[in-house]
């Protein structure tokens, strides 16, 4: 069920073809998250010391045992964006009868934030969904990790760490959605994406840090055992190169791994429950919470 076919409809929109190809449709851009709606939290908790170290948890209606969606949001890992753009989605999921914990973490430019303190926020609050768990309905059987950009970077990387942890008390999540993913570092550095974000994420190069990026790039330990969906806009120009590297990469080591192109999609749209990319990614949740 989750396996990419990387030759087909993914890699056509990589090469020339003599296709005339419809107009693209008109695409968002990033000044329209601050025209996101912003809903309140059923419940805000924290899960560390540091007033970044914190969750909002929505709940559907009715008594549960709900589904969940744990989320991180994405931003480049920087301190500007932070979880207010996310809400609109957080808050989708559970009017279709998933609950949702959505993680707010410390980033670039925060204080303990990037190395290593982005990483230990991203792995703490994922854990404390365990803590959560029998107060408020949630169901610790139906549990997948989801994140958008550098969000669906920690996602993965959270997924990579429980396969080779395992550790005890930690939910194990049946499989992680990103959305438009970035999880190769080394790539991101390569491309000086978002203004080198991936280099002050790490506080240096590669080069400089092999250990740091061998911790902390998934593209170093694809998760082979936890069933993934990448959802990757075709318009995507910025962010779209290192999710197909990504998803090649993964295919070639057979890790369980599929590929949605969302083909009137950019970066953004995916997150936004009012347009046309919303179906796919509900129905990719949908699925991943029901894997075996």
Not at 83 to 97: C, N, W
Not at 136 to 158: K, N, Q, T
Not at 166 to 175: L, N
Not at 252 to 270: C, L, R, T, Y
Request: aromatic share 10%.
């Amino acid at each position: 069920m989750f396996r990419t076919s990387i030759v087909g409809a993914l890699m056509t929109t990589l090469t020339l073809t003599a296709t005339a190809e419809p107009a693209p449709p008109e695409i968002m851009t990033a000044g329209a998250l601050a025209d996101f709606p912003n809903p309140e939290a059923d419940h805000i908790i924290a899960y560390g010391d540091d007033p970044l170290q914190f969750g909002e948890l929505r709940l559907p209606e009715g008594e549960g045992p709900f589904p969940v969606v744990v989320y991180l949001h994405g931003g480049c890992w920087m301190s500007e964006y932070d979880i207010g753009h996310s809400r609109v989605l957080t808050d989708a999921f559970p009017r279709a009868g998933i609950a949702t914990w959505s993680l707010e973490y410390r980033r670039i430019g925060d204080p303990g934030g990037a190395w290593p303190g982005t990483f230990e926020d991203a792995e703490a609050g994922y854990a404390y969904l365990s803590d959560l768990v029998g107060d408020y309905g949630l169901d610790p059987e139906r549990v997948i990790i989801a994140g958008h950009s550098a969000g669906g970077h920690l996602a993965l990387w959270i997924a990579q760490r429980i396969e080779e942890q395992q550790p005890d008390g930690v939910i194990r999540p049946r499989g992680v959605l990103g959305l438009a993913p970035a999880p190769d570092l080394e790539f991101l550095y390569a491309h000086e994406t978002c203004d080198q974000a991936a280099g002050k994420l790490m506080g240096g190069s590669p080069d400089e840090y092999p250990e740091r990026y061998a911790y902390g790039s998934v593209a170093h330990r694809i998760p082979q055992s936890t069933p993934q969906i990448a959802v990757i806009g075709k318009y995507d120009e910025t962010w779209r190169p290192v999710g197909v590297h990504y998803a090649k990469a993964a295919a070639e080591q057979g890790a369980p791994i599929e590929v949605i192109d969302a083909a009137e999609s950019g970066h953004f749209e995916m997150i936004d429950p009012r347009s046309s990319t919303w179906p796919l990614v509900l129905d990719a949740a949908r699925r991943l919470l029901e894997a075996d």
